[in-house]
């Protein structure tokens, strides 16, 4: 099993264009989250995810849409990026509502110039 | 709402010492606590875990006792090596509300020779 993965790895962007940051899993998890992790601040939930075709927001929700039209994909997108964008990007997923510990990729690092 | 605190870093000691990073957390009900570790360009992993009072997660020689009478769930471990070096998060998740985690801020700490 490759776990969870994700691409790209790095991006850099110029203010105001758009990305889309996809991750995958093969572990048929349920759950499904993107964090970011800035310098200080910990980990902070942007949206999240319960089962395939819903979404949820999180705890920092702003400049950031995302889909989950199948179980095993989960994707983050970036309309008009802003230099206050600049972080790395963790997904993660769990299995179900009885597993609450979870499998995260190895991270995107994006750069808004 | 919950939180969880950690003890600031960075931490630096010396390979053999002893280790111990605090966590203390607010939560209500009964949350399952969680260390993960994030080594230099990677996601985090899960190092252990605790679902209920007094309960002791152990891995890698790492400890932690979920104690409700003083919500804590300090991180030890007797003899630290080189490759303990990395940052690590204590984090909490209830089964309601999505199983959506909790992390502190992380303590980065540095074992040398």
């Known amino acids: 099993n490759a776990g969870v993965t994700q691409t790209p790895k790095f991006r850099v962007l110029k203010t105001g264009q758009s990305m889309t940051l996809l991750c995958a899993q093969d572990?048929?998890?349920?759950?499904m989250y993107w964090y970011r992790q800035d310098p200080g601040m910990g980990l902070r939930l942007i949206h999240y995810s319960v089962g395939e075709g819903t979404t949820a927001k999180g705890e920092v929700p702003d400049g950031y849409n995302v889909s989950r039209l199948k179980k095993q994909n989960f994707l983050l997108g970036l309309e008009s990026a802003a230099p206050s964008q600049t972080s790395v990007y963790f997904c993660?997923?769990?299995?179900?509502?009885?597993?609450?510990?979870?499998?995260f990729g190895p991270g995107t690092r994006l750069t808004v110039t | 709402g919950n939180s969880v605190t950690q003890m600031e870093g960075p931490v630096t000691l010396s390979e053999e010492a002893f280790l111990t990073i605090n966590c203390t957390y607010t939560a209500t009900g009964y949350p399952s606590l969680f260390w993960y570790v994030q080594y230099p360009g990677e996601g985090l992993q899960l190092l252990l875990k605790a679902t209920k009072a007094d309960d002791k997660g152990s891995n890698k020689g790492f400890e932690a006792t979920y104690r409700k009478e003083t919500t804590s769930f300090h991180l030890e471990k007797g003899s630290v090596q080189v490759s303990d070096s990395a940052v690590y998060f204590c984090?909490?998740?209830?089964?309601?509300?999505?199983?959506?985690?909790?992390f502190g801020d992380g303590t980065t700490l540095t074992v040398k020779p």
């Open positions: 984090a909490l998740s209830h089964n309601t509300n999505a199983g959506k985690s909790t």
């Open positions: 572990m048929n998890h349920e759950y």
């Open positions: 993660a997923s769990r299995r179900s509502s009885a597993t609450l510990s979870l499998t």
